[in-house]
């Protein structure tokens, strides 16, 4: 716990950063031909957590550092935007230098900073299921797009003959791509449709 004014000032501040998030748009909506204001960084994280704890779960991995990793993923992006594929291949962006202004500060910096670089490096499982946990929320966001009309969502999709996409290229381990083969099966609106609904009050 923070022991002094300044730290509990530092996290006050940090946490007004953290819900820059919330009006930080995705930038994939350039090329998928939409405008998605419910889509931004801070609902992409919330759901890639979501992922990520229960495949961390299922794959008998450290729960505790999957959730810290997806919760932390793409803190950076509150300085600096978000970036596409397209953008990428022009744009540079120091992410360790602003990763270490956002955490260097803070309590628990060293666990924090730790985290983010075993993630970027991709190496452990869980970094591995982390990416895999935004990768599959992407592939939901995708669906439902596409379940809405949205063609270019549908390309994005199914990218190729065999009926892969961009994200699942890059799942790491067979039960991610299980539950990717079957989001594109599902409709979006199952959950509510096959039991949660009623006409009649109870």
Not at 36 to 42: K, P, T, V, Y
Request: with cysteine; charged share 30%.
């Amino acid at each position: 716990m923070p022991k002094n004014n300044k730290s509990i000032k530092r996290l006050a501040n940090f946490f007004f950063e953290v819900g820059v998030l919330r009006k930080t748009p995705r930038s994939h909506q350039q090329t998928l031909l939409t405008q998605d204001l419910s889509d931004n960084i801070a609902s992409h994280s919330f759901r890639t957590t979501v992922i990520g704890y229960f495949l961390a779960n299922e794959l008998k991995a450290n729960t505790d550092k999957v959730v810290k990793m997806c919760l932390l993923h793409d803190l950076e992006e509150a300085r600096s935007g978000d970036q596409n594929w397209i953008h990428k291949k022009y744009i540079k962006v120091f992410e360790d230098e602003i990763r270490q202004e956002q955490l260097g500060s803070l309590p628990n910096n060293k666990e924090l900073l730790a985290l983010s670089k075993e993630y970027d490096e991709r190496k452990t499982l869980e970094a591995k299921i982390a990416k895999d946990a935004d990768l599959l929320d992407q592939i939901l966001l995708l669906k439902e797009y596409h379940h809405q009309g949205n063609q270019e969502a549908g390309h994005w999709l199914h990218l190729n003959r065999k009926g892969l996409n961009q994200q699942e290229k890059f799942l790491s381990n067979n039960l991610s791509r299980q539950i990717a083969v079957e989001i594109k099966k599902q409709l979006p609106s199952n959950w509510w449709t096959t039991n949660a609904w009623s006409s009649t009050r109870r």
